[in-house]
């Protein structure tokens, strides 16, 4: 059974604890409603690391819709219980004032990264991912930190902190683990019914037809145009983006070349729910044109 922790003082000595005995420690950052997903980091971080901690913090500085906020799904006790059958060995479950303690005045800012995809459309967002993500590793002093592949800017923006703090923390990226159905593993699916979760299944088969389709040659304009009509023809679901873009920046791509590791990432809604979802692969140009 894990130790389950609430406040920094109890978790900073538990962390003092495991750091005398050269123990090293491999950190989950979740918000809760866990999934198999989640579960998924906490496996791996297993496998890495002598110690594993989970922590799950709704956290508010990220939401910039407070809405979607209030909505967001908590079940603490379904959580405890899921990661206590990975082995996970200490979860953090801080209440808001006890990581907020005072109003935030910091600011950080991710440049360019804040101007596209997700941060284009979600203005603030990564500077609350930011926060919490340094005041986690202020608390854990992780050896290692394991982030999911569907959030792949925010792991863009957590290598951005290491890298430009120096912080002697390894930043994993764990696939994304889907439904039978290809529809990305999310908390948020929750909030949708059977029929709503089929609509959302659109997602993954557009990801898919276009890669498809710029393997086989169809120019970025030609996959783009036919990602949108498929959003387009089904009933139930809105696009709000669809992007070509480098794997590691995350630009857009206006030309592709052999080679190339490429991130196709969306975001859609299904029911007033907000859904992203990416895949990446290496492109290789077509034999046959």
Do not use: W
Not at 44 to 53: F, L, P, S
Not at 66 to 79: I, R, S, V
Not at 92 to 107: A, D, H, L, N, S
Not at 223 to 232: M, S
């Amino acid at each position: 059974m894990p130790q389950v922790i609430r406040s920094k003082y109890d978790l900073k000595a538990v962390i003092k604890n495991i750091k005398s005995k050269r123990a090293s420690i491999g950190l989950v950052p979740t918000m809760g409603a866990l999934h198999q997903g989640h579960l998924q980091l906490v496996e791996t971080a297993n496998q890495h690391y002598d110690v594993t901690i989970a922590t799950i913090f709704v956290n508010p500085t990220q939401f910039n819709n407070k809405a979607d906020l209030k909505k967001y799904p908590k079940t603490e006790e379904a959580d405890i219980e899921k990661l206590s059958a990975t082995g996970c060995d200490v979860i953090f479950i801080p209440e808001v004032k006890e990581i907020y303690q005072k109003e935030v005045t910091i600011g950080l800012n991710f440049g360019y990264l804040e101007e596209i995809l997700e941060g284009k459309h979600r203005p603030g967002h990564f500077n609350g991912v930011g926060l919490i993500v340094m005041k986690l590793f202020g608390l854990v002093e992780p050896t290692g930190a394991f982030f999911g592949q569907k959030d792949l800017q925010q792991f863009r923006i957590v290598s951005t902190l290491i890298a430009d703090f120096d912080l002697p923390i390894k930043l994993h990226l764990v696939p994304i683990i889907r439904e039978t159905s290809g529809l990305a593993m999310s908390s948020r699916n929750r909030r949708l019914n059977d029929a709503e979760l089929k609509i959302a299944t659109t997602i993954y088969s557009a990801l898919h037809l276009a890669k498809a389709q710029l393997i086989e040659g169809y120019t970025q304009e030609m996959v783009l145009d036919n990602v949108e009509r498929v959003f387009r023809e089904e009933n139930g679901i809105e696009l709000e983006y669809f992007e070509i873009v480098d794997e590691e920046t995350l630009l857009s791509k206006t030309k592709v070349s052999e080679g190339d590791r490429l991130a196709l990432c969306v975001a859609a809604f299904v029911a007033g729910v907000r859904l992203i979802d990416n895949i990446i692969f290496e492109y290789k140009e077509c034999k046959y044109r």
